[in-house]
C-alpha cells in the first residue's frame, strides 16, 4: 500500500513523456517499447526495495536498482514541467477562444505540442547525461578542496598547518579498488601533517571494510591518522538486539586499528609542536534527528582538555554545531543507555575552535559554480548547513562531502571529496 502514491505519480511522469514521445513518433515498436522498459525498471526497483526493506542492508544491487529509476524518473520531471506549464495555457487559452469565437488558433496547437515536446525532451537529457556520467565516473571524481583558516589564537608553532579531512567512506558501496587505491595515494600526497576521519567506514556492517583494510592502511601523516564513528558504523541498519549491536561496534574497533586510525569514542589527543600544542577531540555521533545515534558527549571528550587549550572536533553529524532544538525519545535502542549531550558545539562552555563534520554527502546531487561561489543542494533544505566552511559565534565548521557513496552509486555535481585544510595564525578580519 505505502507504494501506491509514489508509483501514481511516477505514472504520470511517464505518461507525459510518453505523450511528448508521441508526438516525435508513431513507430509502435518504439512506444511499446516504451512501456516494457517502464515495467521493467518499476519490478526491479520495488522487488530489491522489498528485499532490502527485510534484509536492513545496504547492497550494490539495491544501489543500482536505485540509479537505475532515478536516472529514467528523474529527467521526466523535466518533461512534466514543461507540458503541464502547456497544458495550462491551453485551457486558459481554448476558454479564450470560446467567448472570443475565434478558432484561428486550432490548427496551431498540434504543431505548437510537437515543439514544446521537442524541447522538453531536449531539456530532460541534460539531466539524464547527468545521472548517466554520475553513475560510471562520478561516483569516483574525486576532487582536493583546500582551504585555509585564519585564528588568532593558534599556537604559533601550528602557523602552517595541514590537516587532510576525509568522510563518509561507506566501504560497502564500492566496487573498483583501481579508484580506491588511487584516492587513498591523492590523499598521501597532500603530505598533510595529521589525517582527520569524520565517521561511516561502512554502510551497516564491520565486515563490509575487509576487502578495503590493505587499501586504506595505505594512509601515512607524521602525527597521525584520528577517527571517529559516524551513524552507520553502529550496526542500526543491520542488527536488532543490543548484543548484535556492541559485536559490531567491537568488530570495528579492530578495522579502526587495522588501518591505523586512533579511534576517539569520546575522548581527546593532544599534538605537541615546539613546545606547544593543541588538541583533537572527537565524539561519538550526535544528531539533531531522533532517528539517529546520540552517543557523543563534549564533555567526557574535554574532561582532560585546558580551558584555554586550542581544540578541533570531529563530530559526524553537522546539525551537533547549532542545533536549537531535538526531539528525545528516552526509551530509544539509539541511545543504548550513553549520556546524553544537553548543548549544542557553540554554546559549549570550551571553544571549539574548529569542527570538522560529514554525514550529509551533499545528497551527492547538487550544483557547485565555485568561481561564482554558488552551491546549491536539496539537501539544503535538511541541513541549512550541508558542504564547505561556515562561521558562527566566532567558530568555524567545515562540512566534509564525503568520500564514497550510499543508495544511490553515483555522484552528480556533487564529487567525492578530500579536504585539505591549512591551520594560518593571523589577525582575523571583521
Known sequence: MRFIIPFLLVFILELYTFFALRTLTKNKMILIGFWVLFAIICT?????????????????????????????VVPKLFVFAFLFLE???????????????????????????????????????????????GVFKGKYNFKVIKQQIVFDDLPEAFDGYKITQISDIHSGSFDNKEKIEYAVNLINE???????????LVNAVA????????TFNKL??????????????????????????????RKLGEIHKQIGFDLLL???????KGGEKINILGVENWGASRHFPKRGSLKEATKNVEDNGFNILLSHDPSHFDFKEVEVNKTDRYLLDKV????????????????????????????EIPFLNFKWSPVKYRYPKWAGLYKEAGQYLYINRGFGFLAFPGRV???PEITVIELKRGTISA
Open 87 to 133: 497544458d495550462i495555457l491551453r485551457v486558459f487559452q481554448t476558454l479564450f477562444n470560446y467567448f472570443q469565437h475565434d478558432s484561428s488558433l486550432k490548427e496551431a496547437i498540434p504543431s505548437r505540442r510537437k515543439f514544446i515536446s521537442q524541447i522538453a525532451l531536449g531539456v530532460a537529457a541534460i539531466p539524464f547525461a547527468g545521472f548517466v556520467y
Open 266 to 272: 569520546n575522548e581527546s589527543r593532544t599534538i605537541e
Open 44 to 72: 526491479v526497483f520495488f522487488y530489491q526495495i522489498t528485499f532490502a526493506g527485510k534484509e536492513s542492508r545496504f547492497s550494490l544491487n539495491t544501489g543500482y536498482a536505485i540509479a537505475l529509476f532515478l536516472t529514467f
Open 413 to 415: 555535481g556533487i564529487w
Open 207 to 214: 565486515e563490509e571494510m575487509h576487502p578495503w583494510i590493505d
Open 190 to 200: 597532500q603530505q598533510s601533517d595529521a589525517i582527520l576521519f569524520t565517521g561511516d
Open 340 to 367: 546524553l549531550d544537553e548543548t549544542n558545539i557553540i554554546d559549549f562552555e570550551k571553544k571549539i575552535h574548529l569542527t570538522l563534520s560529514g554525514h550529509t554527502h551533499g545528497m551527492q546531487f547538487g550544483i
Open 220 to 249: 601515512e601523516a607524521k602525527d597521525g591518522l584520528f577517527s571517529v564513528l559516524g551513524n552507520h558504523d553502529y550496526g542500526y541498519y543491520a542488527y536488532k538486539t543490543k548484543e548484535e549491536i556492541e559485536e559490531n561496534h
